[in-house]
């Protein structure tokens, strides 16, 4: 007889079991939301005065007027502002996208690319592809040196390092098709700050400081633009202006992203390209396309998913995973049991897996998305979960090791009045990219040429991965984990989030649905709740303090888990939205683990 399916199976399972240590959980974090001094909602509410918030409001900036929710108060604040000048949820996307250009160097951008999706208020959702393309010369070996070993030099830094940038075409496809202010009214916000500057927080101060001894010393013109005049430090207030970035964004909001891919940014792009060894030419940029693409759709626990698909691996990670935890009716478990972090971490470990096996730039290749988001396929992995073993990643899946990745990208939510959301997750990749500013254009290059597997057929124990749907190849598209995730219930906006984090994404969107839909939480609780992370290889769990309490630790080992020493400082970022559809409000929760970051609503 075949066995039944496991998510048929699952919904009497659920009822069967009692949550009473659920619910303490969360009312203890719902409390803590409370206490905490960034949780009051009153102080920033926009919502009337005497409006009760609901439980799952607590600790969260409300508005009935939109949100945008970053991590940097100034970008949040200029969304805002185009939300209040009747702008909608994509025109704030795009203003807040230039504007952290400008005020977070180290992962806005407008020389890398990213991924958008847009879900609008009657249910329909769509998604732009604006991930950076290797140049029309680039080779599956480019990336090894003469003796057939990876140049690390070459694809983290320098002038080989950047795929072609899909950030400004990408803006402008999404506004062209859903914004509704004009284009000039939304990048010039931030052509405007870049020339009048703007004061450094403590934080950015200190980062510009160790960046200029580092990344940027061997880039005159990076050194230039982000270094005080006189050489000295920054200090916590100084002003930062950006007069070539301010020029940049000027042309394109004056001429759109022609201005960069055909104008006289490409034109300095591909001459200093030239000079330096590089291989974008004015043809790369010129051909360059940002794509609309439909969304990947999942469900969870009665909740519709709609996520990134390829060439981004994040939507698909998600929905294998969640889709395993449900036919594991996993959900039954408290948070932070061995029972549940066990699962948890082995529907990771699957999800990985096949990212790893099959994922890359679909236009290059037939990538088995269906197959690996439906229920059946879950059902399958779900059945080779031992509940009381550790499976082995090795044995799994064989011997590929994955690479250690740097965590600098970004991701930003945005709802309007009208309910319309937004989730954006775009990158430079490493913390300022390439470190090479464009002379006379004043913005960062990404690094993202060091997101394709670097040598074809090799997998080490240093982490690199060869398998072939993500070699390199010209004009292709380098797998992404970015994650940008929209949740509706019952037909209705509830959920906005994403966030960075190199191949940790997944993980950290999967803890915050996790935490809003499985268990409940407020979405500042959920936010705020310790991560864990396992990407399959290396075969160990990373886990922020607190993820993983002692007893859980000591069953985990028990049952073959490899849990690494010391916690991980931080993982993520994720700045989310929680609606109230039924009052529709908006509750922004920035993600406090970035300190400049802020959940900003219009004022009027
Ligand atoms: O696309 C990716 O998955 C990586 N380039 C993202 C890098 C990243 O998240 C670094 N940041 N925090």
Known sequence: MPTPPLHAARERALHAVPRPRRRTMILALLLLACASPAGGVAAQSTVRAGTAIPPEG?????????????????????????????????DAAVATAFALAVTHP???????????????????????????????????????????????????????????????????????????????????????????????????AEELNRELKTTFAP??????????????????????????????????????ADAFYTGWIADSIAEQMRAHGGAITRRDLAEYQAVERAP????YLGHEIVAMGPPSSGGVVLIETLNQ???????????????????????????????????GDPDFGAVPVERLTSRAYADSLARSIDPDRASSSVTLGGALVAPTEPTETTHYSVVDAAGNAVAVTYTLEGGYGSGVVVRGAGFLLNNEMGDFNKKPGYTSTRGDIGTPPN???????????????????????????????????????????????????PLRAAVDAPRVHHQWLPDEVRYEEGAIPADARAELEGMGHVLRGTPTRSQG?????????????????????????KASAPTK
């Not at 449900?326 to 990212?355: G, M, N, Q, V």
């Open 471 to 521: 070699v390199i190849a010209p004009g292709k598209r380098m797998l992404s984990s970015m994650t940008p995730t929209i949740v509706a219930r019952n037909g209705e906006l509830l959920l906005v989030t994403g966030s960075p984090g190199g191949r940790t994404i997944p993980n950290t969107v999967i803890d915050v649905v996790l935490g809003v839909v499985a268990f409940r939480l």
């Open 219 to 256: 880039f005159p013109a990076s050194v230039a633009t982000y270094g005080r005049a006189g050489g000295q430090p920054w200090r916590a207030g100084d002003r930062l202006r950006l007069p070539d970035l301010a020029r940049s964004l000027r042309a394109i909001a004056d001429s759109g």
């Open 573 to 597: 970022d994720a700045h989310s939205i929680w609606y109230d559809a039924k009052t529709r409000t908006s509750y922004g929760v920035n993600d406090r683990r970035s300190p400049d970051s």
């Open 58 to 90: 607590v600790g969260a900036v409300a508005s009935r007027r939109g949100m945008v929710v970053s991590v940097s108060d100034i970008a949040s604040d200029i969304g805002a502002s185009v939300l209040a000048r009747g702008g909608n949820a994509v």
């Open 296 to 299: 990947l759709r999942g469900a």
């Open 106 to 204: 180290s992962a806005g951008n407008i020389g890398g690319g990213g991924f958008m999706v847009v879900r609008m208020a009657n249910g329909e959702a769509t998604t732009f592809d604006f991930r950076e393309k290797a140049p029309l010369s680039a080779t599956p070996t480019m990336m090894l040196d003469p003796d057939g070993s990876i140049a690390y030099a070459r694809t983290d830094s320098g002038w080989l390092a950047p795929g072609v940038p899909g950030t400004v075409r990408g803006m402008e496809l999404a506004h062209r098709k859903l914004g509704k202010l004009p284009w000039r009214d939304v990048v010039l916000p931030a052509a405007q700050l870049a020339r009048r500057g703007f004061p450094l927080s403590r934080a950015l």
């Open 325 to 359: 935890l449900e036919a594991l009716t996993a959900e039954r478990f408290a948070r932070t049991s061995s029972d549940w972090l066990h699962l948890r971490i082995e529907a990771a470990r699957r999800a990985y897996l096949d990212r790893a096996r099959y994922l």
